[in-house]
């Protein structure tokens, strides 16, 4: 089963003005990768990069995104990144299939 995670803030990132939201693609994420894998299942989380984690490797992760300057929301497959800033369903897909 492959764990889909998605770090993002309530704030959009400043190159991604008129990019949808962090949420908004978490949601659009869900939608698109149960259609396209009907038969899989996938977990899912959304980790706010402002909010504290009580899990020690989101909250490591969340602080990464932050001090490197990574493009929000950051999509992970079973903990690799796939994509980054606007989201391309092809670099997610890519990913996925690596783990299914």
Do not use: H
Not at 12 to 39: D, H, N
């Amino acid at each position: 089963m492959a764990k889909i995670s998605v770090y993002g803030a309530k704030v959009l990132c400043a190159s991604c003005v008129g990019a949808p939201s962090s949420i908004e693609t978490f949601e659009w994420l869900q939608a698109a990768i149960g259609r396209k894998y009907p038969e899989q299942a996938f977990t899912y989380e959304y980790v706010d990069i402002f909010e504290p984690q009580e899990d020690a490797d989101k909250q490591a992760f969340a602080e990464r995104v932050v001090e490197e300057d990574l493009f929000y929301p950051v999509v992970l497959v079973n903990g690799e990144i796939a994509a980054e800033g606007i989201i391309r369903l092809q670099d997610v897909y890519r990913e996925i299939e690596k783990v299914l």
